[in-house]
């Protein structure tokens, strides 16, 4: 809590010394007492005469003062007094009081209010120091002494409200408190309150207290202490953090998340929390978060935890994991920049610490640090990076370090200076990108018949120095070309030249082994190198159709079409004259390809010539309808496919099959905008045979098909076959939330709707969401809701309900392979909201249900209720394999937030 600044004060008594005031009004002694002609004024600085001496009262800046109804000077008494709204404004002092007056005798002022005919006290003393607002009820200050007694004062410091019935002020500015109030609640009579009977405030120190508890509706609690000792200053401080407690099935009786917080400075605070278990298991946690505005911002969190692996307290046998968690995000200025998204750590570690469902949910992490500089003058720019992901199920670990690209951006050549750089030459442009990596990997442990499984070989201290000496590593430069110019004034013609170079340092050299009868890899360390080249052009419209109508609610339909037709041609670098690909016969004289680069990390150069013409026909309709109704006689536009497009390509020096699959993709939006529907279409153009069809071992019917060489539209078969279908159907039944929603499209949201925190993973993508909505100008209060998101309830939103419906229909099939006749169909739909019971209430949920599966998905109801200073959540997972619940009462302010109540049941407890 921030001192009390009773300097509010010396602004008063400062220009009421007898020294100054007198001689700045000129009043005589012999006169008799005086009405002030005018109810406001002005006591300038520099009116004391420059002769006067020097004292610590002396006016420094222009005293105003006013009265709403008359201001009194009694020279006799040498006393002033003002009626009716009275104000003295000092610097940046402020008093306000019904009544005020000043006694050059007894060196006193005094400020009261008034009773009005009601009987209620109004004009009570309000001072405003700094920014700081002070109520009492009547207050009297000598100014020769510096003491003061006040009565009823309230202030408010920060998020807290500090309530005093008397108050005695010494000349050092340290204050005496009786029968003191402190609370986050800013009513008159607050909901609760820490009471205690005195007080001691030293200014921009300490607050020291007597014997304390806490009242709820001012019912005393047993909470309380003999005694306690308060930071006042503005500004961070360390302290205790105390733990929550409860208990769990496996793990015992527990106290959690307790230990101390260290305010290092403005920019750093550090938490360092622990956990311990009443059946042996134990933890300890390093929370750090740091911030220089303007500059950057961020988060290192480091959780260690030891856990028992038996509910047997005799068996001894404890794992122990690990996780890491680092977000940092600088501020877009200057030349270089550096940000960091870190999740890692063992892959028993969630598995081992149930206490976060939404971590349990997800299985893999990824991590990213990157560094990027740009050099002035020139189009060069640096980065480089580490990447990480993990998968907790499967221990499937890879690292790329160092990743470092060095780009050049696009530059035109033949563009000079004074030209018009509409000419097609002008247009030429090159950039070029060069990338170095190295990548670690696991590899697949081996099943008993020797194939791989869907599990890998651990990531630990023992066995990353294999994984090192075996990482994969190269440098890839590109170098595009391109231009554009139009042609017939409607048609954007484009070519485009692509180099690509690949080095290692490092190739293979297969041969067929006499001994083991298998073609097998010999390695030559050396530089080796490999380029290729593909060119193309790309050719594109844009055209318009109309369509009006005499209808009185269709004015006219809109099409606008957009072909696009490209074609690119690629060598064949199979040939052996390119020194990358060469035969080598196994033990039974067949020819088999092999390649130098096999699995190496950027790959090897394409196979196979290939002269493609890729087509795309795009499609937008749109209806312009009149309402009758709207008295303003505006149209309004009605979109029926916001793209309705087929995609395809086509290899002319392809040996069969030249003709890619079909996809036919739609996205509209229906009912006035209210849902949101993706369609897509993948087709087959040609014939399959059936060979054969027959009963599997399990009793299900397979068939046994051949693709053929014929386009299905010269069978009678129409397009094509359909290989799947997708279908997405979205929507907010609540147009206000649909709004805010809309308002807010690049916001990452979790699988229930709600927006995800920045440092997380999206559960539905496995991507990190990065932070670039993070504002540097937050407050840390914003910075809490903001990484928070499911602390914030916005009831000006009084209900919403959001619906996502999702099918999928695929048939995969390879030519010659039996498959099942029956297609594979996935259905799910999920659905989530919330709504306000009341103005204080509301309830939120995420469910859904698995058609394919027939079971619902994971649920969870969450309770909120608004207790004015208090707030009151509720998370429940009712069923499925995260069963839990947990129930937090807290104060909303954070000064308190440590004020609470929770209790919580892990899934691990069913």
Known sequence: MQSLKFAFLLGCFIFLSDSTFSQSISIP???????????????????VPSTAPKTSAAV????KYKAKDSIFFDVNKRQVKMYGESKIIYGSTE???AETQIDWESNTISAN???DTTGKKIGVPVFIDDGQTYVTQDMKYNFKTKKAYISGVVTQQGEAFMHGEKIKKNEFNEMFVNSAKYTTCNLEKPHFHIASSKIKLIPNDKIVAGPFHLRVNDIPTPLGFAFGMFPLPRKRASGIIFPTYGEERRRGFFLRDGGYYLALNDYITVAVLGEVYSKGSNGLSVKTDYRKRYAYNGNFNFRYNKQRISENIEDTLVQKDYWIQWSHSPVSKGLSRFSASVNAGTSSFNVNNPSDVARNINQTFNSSISYSTSFPGTPFNLSSSLRHTQNVRTNAVSMSFPEVALNMNRIYPFKFKGSSGKAWYEKINLAYNSNFTNQIANRPLKRVDGTDSTYYEPFNQETIPTLIRNGRNGVRHTVPISTSFNLFKHFTVSPNFNYNEIWYFKSLDWNLNPETNLIEADTIQGFSRAGNYNFGAGINTRMYGILNFKSERIKAIRHTFIPSVSYSYNPDYTDPSYGVYKYVQDSLGREVLTNKYQGFVYGTLPQGQSSSISFSLSNNLEMKVHNPKDTSRTDKKVAIFENLSVTGSYNMLADSFKLSDLRLAARTRIFDNKFDVNFSMLFDPYVWRTDSTFMNTRGEEQILERRLNEFAWQNGQG??????VDLSVSTNFNPKAREAEAKNPNTMRGMDGNPLPPGSIDPATGLPVEMNNFSNDMSPEMAHLYTNPNEY?????PWSLRVMYNIRWNRSQSSGTATTLEPNITQTIRTSGDVNITDKWKIGFSTGWDFTKKEITQTDIRIF??????EMNLNWTPFGRFTSYSMDIRVKASVLRDLKYNRRRSFWDN
């Open 719 to 724: 397009v094509g076959r359909l290989k799947s």
């Open 95 to 97: 008093l306000e009081a």
């Open 29 to 47: 002694k012999d006169s008799s007492a005086l009405q002030a002609k005018s109810t406001e004024g002005i006591l300038p600085a520099d009116s």
């Open 60 to 63: 420094e800046t222009t005293i």
């Open 865 to 870: 209720r608004d207790l004015h200073c208090w």
């Open 113 to 115: 209010g008034v009773q």
């Open 793 to 797: 309830v916005d009831f000006n939103i």
